[in-house]
T-cell receptor
Framework: KAGVTQTPRYLIKTRGQQVTLSCSPI?????VSWYQQTPGQGLQFLFE???????NKGNFPGRFSGRQFSNSRSEMNVSTLELGDSALYLC????????????FGQGTRLTVV | AQSVTQPDIHITVSEGASLELRCNYS??????LFWYVQSPGQGLQLLLK??????LVQGIKGFEAEFKRSQSSFNLRKPSVHWSDAAEYFC?????????????FGTGTRLQVTL
């Protein structure tokens, strides 16, 4: 079974631009979560989607948004990029909304210049 | 709010030696606990999880962890470390929303293995 796939793996953007990251969960998984990893703040939860609905949201500004499609694939969007948005963005999928473990993708490394 | 503390930022052990990585959590109810490992530039790989039941859980790559409610700890152990175990290890707790979603991670422990 294929794992969680994130595209692209690397991105370089300029301040003020916007960016869209994509995540394809493990086949059959309906929950997708996003995390931001930075050296200063560590791993922080962004949001979770389940069956196309946002179920949980972390403490990030409204510039960070996401969505989930009917095939469970998810995208996250960051608008008006700031230098501090440079990070590794990790996507995780779970089989359902209950008590199951999260499986992570390789991440997308975003650099804002 | 839930939180996780990994007191050791960096640990160095010799290959073949035993390993224990510490994790303390703060959570009101029964937590869902996880250990993940991350190699440089890679995503997180799940080593093991605790949801309920037996407090000693076995994971992949010869790792185990013990849940101790009285100490609010979930320490990771391995009896004999291999050079390939060098990586960063993260303890995480879930359950804030009544499920295992919305993981809160510790700051990580970087493991160095000397030959």
């Amino acid at each position: 079974k294929a794992g969680v796939t994130q595209t692209p793996r690397y991105l370089i953007k300029t301040r003020g631009q916007q960016v869209t990251l994509s995540c394809s969960p493990i086949s059959g998984h309906r929950s997708v979560s996003w995390y931001q990893q930075t050296p200063g703040q560590g791993l922080q939860f962004l949001f979770e989607y389940f069956s196309e609905t946002q179920r949980n949201k972390g403490n990030f500004p409204g510039r960070f948004s996401g969505r989930q499609f009917s095939n469970s694939r998810s995208e996250m969007n960051v608008s008006t990029l700031e230098l501090g948005d440079s990070a590794l963005y990790l996507c995780a999928s779970r089989s359902q909304g209950g008590n199951t473990e999260a499986f992570f993708g390789q991440g997308t490394r975003l650099t804002v210049v | 709010a839930q939180s996780v503390t990994q007191p050791d930022i960096h640990i160095t052990v010799s290959e073949g030696a035993s390993l224990e990585l510490r994790c303390n959590y703060s959570y009101g109810a029964t937590p869902y606990l996880f250990w993940y490992v991350q190699s440089p530039g890679q995503g997180l790989q799940l080593l093991l999880k605790y949801f309920s039941g037996d407090t000693l859980v076995q994971g992949i790559k010869g790792f185990e962890a013990e849940f101790k409610r009285s100490q609010s700890s979930f320490n990771l152990r391995k009896p004999s470390v291999h050079w390939s175990d060098a990586a960063e290890y993260f303890c995480a707790v879930g359950g804030d929303t009544g499920t295992a979603s919305k993981l809160t991670f510790g700051t990580g422990t970087r493991l160095q293995v000397t030959l």
